[in-house]
């Protein structure tokens, strides 16, 4: 079975402050992790997937297969970023064809 | 390019009435998926369509039912609905041939009150 955690539902930090939001995920495969964001009053996107293995919006992700886990994370934070953020996971097979969300983390940067 | 394009955006029905909800995916996207966000669960997988064949389903009752047309827009039905299936109903298409793997572009969203 495909399970994703997010162990914060809010989390709070002050401008210029880092950031981490928590993933960590349940899979016996190969899994592929994601981020998607969904901004007031927008639709839920994409910010990034770990195999792009690029930054976006100066947000990172690293997929730690040991631990399984798949943190996003950025250096310094800005009031633009406050979100609900959703980690998630597709497997393979016939789970490719879905996605298994975590349950969000809201993310209010305060000026 | 239009975004996805999900009617209605909003509903009121009450208990033992089915509904039916419209998916329009991005032109050129072929694998259209629904998902359903609570407060308590989150978001849940309903199902996922490519080119008119329902290739997985996420655990739902067989109340819930879905289905996609040669021009890629879907429908979902749920039938003699209940207190429990109030929510927003999210609506996803990709371009992706192997569906969730690529990106999902979602829509606005249907949100059910069931009375």
């Known amino acids: 079975a495909q399970r994703v955690t997010q162990p914060e539902k809010l989390l709070s930090v002050f401008k210029g402050a880092p950031v981490e939001l928590k993933c960590n995920y349940s899979?016996?495969?190969?899994?592929?992790l994601f981020w998607y964001v969904q901004y007031s009053r927008q639709r839920l996107q994409l910010l990034l997937r770990?195999?792009s293995r690029e930054s976006i919006k100066g947000f990172t992700a690293d997929l730690n297969k040991g631990e399984t886990s798949f943190h996003l994370k950025k250096p310094f934070a800005q009031e633009e970023d406050s979100a609900m953020y959703y980690c998630?996971?597709?497997?393979?097979?016939?789970?490719?064809?879905?996605?298994?969300f975590g349950k969000g983390t809201k993310l209010s940067v305060i000026p | 390019k239009a975004g996805v394009t999900q009617t209605p955006r909003y509903l009121i029905k009450t208990r033992g009435q089915q509904v039916t909800l419209s998916c329009s995916p991005i032109?050129?996207?072929?694998?259209v998926s629904w998902y359903q966000q609570t407060p308590g669960q989150g978001l849940q997988f309903l199902f996922e369509?490519?080119?008119?064949?329902?290739?997985n389903k996420g655990n739902f009752p067989g109340r819930f039912s879905g289905r996609q047309f040669s021009n890629s827009r879907s429908e979902m039905n749920v039938s003699t609905l209940e207190l429990g299936d109030s929510a927003l109903y999210l609506c996803?298409?990709?371009?992706?041939?192997?569906?969730?793997?690529?990106?999902?572009?979602f829509g606005e969203g249907s949100r059910l009150t069931v009375l």
């Open positions: 996803a298409s990709s371009a992706s041939v192997t569906g969730a793997t690529g990106e999902l572009f």
């Open positions: 032109s050129g996207h072929r694998s």
């Open positions: 770990h195999i």
């Open positions: 369509y490519f080119s008119e064949t329902q290739r």
């Open positions: 998630a996971l597709s497997g393979s097979g016939a789970g490719s064809y879905q996605l298994t």
């Open positions: 899979y016996s495969g190969s899994p592929e």
